[in-house]
T-cell receptor, first 111, second 119 residues
Framework: RKEVEQDPGPFNVPEGATVAFNCTYSNSASQSFFWYRQDCRKEPKLLMSVYSSGNEDGRFTAQLNRASQYISLLIRDSKLSDSATYLCVVSLTGGGNKLTFGTGTQLKVEL | GAVVSQHPSRVICKSGTSVKIECRSLDFQATTMFWYRQFPKQSLMLMATSNEGSKATYEQGVEKDKFLINHASLTLSTLTVTSAHPEDSSFYIC???????????????FGPGTRLTVL
């Protein structure tokens, strides 16, 4: 079983749509959780950290369910520029330490 | 702030040659740098953790004699792929922890990556 599992997609959605991605992780000792964004042939960039209480950053909302070992990302009012691969990332300690990446979910936002 | 550079951005080499990739933190010091590898349509996989002034810690399955890591200063870590073969062709990405510089300690700052193609 992979340490971090994601549906690879692609998710093809029209501009303005709401889209949700899910992720599960296998190690219950994981302490830190993140969503990163990776554009084609580029390095990953931190989108947002994920907190137990859930958190929101503009059009992006992240949720964490420790009991189910499940993380989600909701994107509202999708923009063309949101097209990318979204990586679910966990760490046993902090994000400044070893990170375990999922394979990513590809999003394509279309006109 | 928190810019990490990598050089070269792209390299093509013949099988059997060695390739050195540099990772620099441009505007901050990093005691710890990480080296990842990403094959097409796969996730980033941590290869090793590089600590300034000490030996790198390699992940299981990564050959330390093939992937030589040197972290001689707080702003530079190098990865040398020795005797490269076509199966080593991949996207190599480094990152640095920002704790020493007072930057966010809960994140890593990634370099732009180096695309290695071994013929």
């Amino acid at each position: 079983r992979k340490e971090v599992e994601q549906d690879p997609g692609p998710f093809n959605v029209p501009e303005g749509a709401t889209v949700a991605f899910n992720c599960t992780y296998s190690n219950s000792a994981s302490q830190s959780f993140f969503w990163y964004r990776q554009d084609c042939r580029k390095e990953p960039k931190l989108l947002m950290s994920v907190y137990s209480s859930g958190n929101e950053d503009g059009r992006f909302t992240a949720q964490l369910n420790r009991a189910s070992q499940y993380i989600s990302l909701l994107i509202r009012d999708s923009k063309l520029s949101d097209s990318a691969t979204y990586l679910c990332v966990v760490s046993l300690t902090g994000g400044g330490n070893k990170l375990t990446f999922g394979t990513g979910t590809q999003l394509k936002v279309e006109l | 702030g928190a810019v990490v550079s990598q050089h070269p951005s792209r390299v093509i080499c013949k099988s059997g040659t060695s390739v050195k990739i540099e990772c620099r933190s441009l505007d901050f010091q990093a005691t710890t740098m990480f080296w990842y590898r990403q094959f097409p349509k796969q996730s980033l996989m941590l290869m090793a953790t590089s600590n300034e002034g000490s030996k790198a810690t390699y992940e299981q399955g990564v050959e330390k004699d093939k992937f030589l890591i040197n972290h001689a200063s707080l702003t530079l870590s190098t990865l040398t792929v020795t005797s490269a073969h076509p199966e080593d062709s991949s996207f190599y990405i480094c990152s640095a922890g920002g704790g020493l510089a007072g930057l966010r300690t809960d994140t890593q700052y990634f370099g732009p990556g180096t695309r290695l193609t071994v013929l």
